[in-house]
């Protein structure tokens, strides 16, 4: 039983090489499931780019990485007292995020002249210090340190609005001046909100950080697909599935690969809280009420509904009467979140 991930190798080699030739200080991110791609490989990809920099999420992701890269290692996540030591042969290529100024002297301590960036905090609230904190930091680290510059972790400006991520860097950048550094590490920026932001700060070397646009931004190289395993054909009020629930009408039933095991039928949370968001929400809690969750599966362009919830590695789906029937072994299309998927397999073409 297989979920792929199908990419077309050349187009997405293209728009990766068209994303760093546009992004002046380009600093790739992989973390996680590696946007469902894979830390390994696009470790490997961020060698190829040429870039000088690569961005974990955290310490435990180095190792992946590290043999497949040969350029800088900047870890997202920030540095505490409980963090192990570094293997002595990446300390002069890691580069820790501090976001506390008390971190400082206890990394310093720790790893003498370690390479940092000092985390100015945002409207994001997440990790980051006050502009005394930045200041007071800054005046530390930079006798003992190799500090590399100031980040700043911005919320995403899809959600906020256009201009709003822009205009917040805008008032944080006096922060950064009188941090007295001359880098910023930035994220979430459009290419017209880096170009306005360079050209205000001339003086200033500007990092974008890119995770999702960089590796997910040609969907239409990307093919997820799960192989047809069984088919049944299934009459009004025959039972099925482990609760053994009937239908209202004739109909199939598709066990197709991809199950909770890969993330499929997970949901995080929606970080849409319009009014169009909530009756979406509705409208799904209403199917699910009923039995009738959509599915990220599809049959000749038809969104399939789940004819229950997915199993670990496979899911049974309903698919209504006078569709065409997929054979077994057949791929159906699949619409997944990447960075929620495990796939069992990753063909490049």
């Known amino acids: 039983m297989t979920l792929r991930l199908t990419v077309d190798g050349d187009r997405w080699r293209q728009h990766l090489r068209a994303v760093a030739d546009s992004t002046p200080g380009l600093v790739p991110v992989a973390k996680g499931n590696g946007y469902g791609l894979g830390l390994a490989s696009l470790a490997r990809r961020t060698d190829w780019l040429g870039v000088d920099t690569l961005a974990v999420g955290t310490y435990a992701e180095l190792p992946e990485v590290a043999t497949r890269y040969d350029g800088a290692l900047l870890v997202l996540n920030p540095w505490r007292p409980h963090v192990p030591d570094l293997d002595p042969a990446l300390r002069d290529r890691v580069i820790h ?20 960036v000092l985390e100015r905090v945002t409207s994001m609230r997440r990790h980051g210090m006050t502009a005394p904190e930045l200041w007071s930091a800054a005046a530390e680290a930079r006798h003992h340190a190799r500090v590399e ?34 880098t910023v590490w930035v994220s979430h ?29 040609d969907r239409g190289a990307l093919r997820v697909s799960a192989t047809v395993e069984d088919v049944h ?7 099925f599935g482990y609760r053994g629930r009937t239908l209202h009408r004739p109909g199939h039933l598709v066990i197709a690969a991809g199950g909770t095991a890969h ?9 849409d809280s319009g009014l169009r968001g909530r009756a979406a929400m509705v409208a799904r809690g209403s199917l699910e009420a009923v039995g009738m969750s959509r599915s990220p599966y599809f049959v000749d362009g038809q969104q399939l509904h789940f004819a229950e919830p997915p199993h670990m590695q496979s899911s049974m789906l309903l698919l209504p009467h006078g569709a065409r029937v997929p ?23």
């Open 97 to 116: 995020t501090v976001s506390r100024a008390e971190d400082v002297a206890d990394l310093l301590a720790r790893q003498p002249g370690a390479r940092m």
């Open 149 to 182: 510059g100031v980040a700043l972790h911005l919320p995403l400006g899809s959600i906020r609005g256009q201009g709003a991520n822009l205009a917040e860097t805008t008032r944080l950048m006096s922060d950064v001046i009188g941090a007295e550094l001359g």
């Open 189 to 217: 920026l459009t290419a017209d909100e880096l170009g306005r932001l360079r050209q205000e700060y001339a003086d200033l070397v500007i990092r974008p950080r890119v995770g999702t646009g960089l590796w997910l931004g």
């Open 233 to 239: 054909e299934i009459a009004r009020g025959d039972e």
């Open 263 to 271: 993330g499929i039928g997970l949901a995080a949370p929606s970080g």
């Open 327 to 349: 054979t077994v072994g057949e791929d159906l299309d699949v619409r997944v979140r990447y960075t929620t998927t495990t796939f069992d397999e990753t063909t490049l073409t």
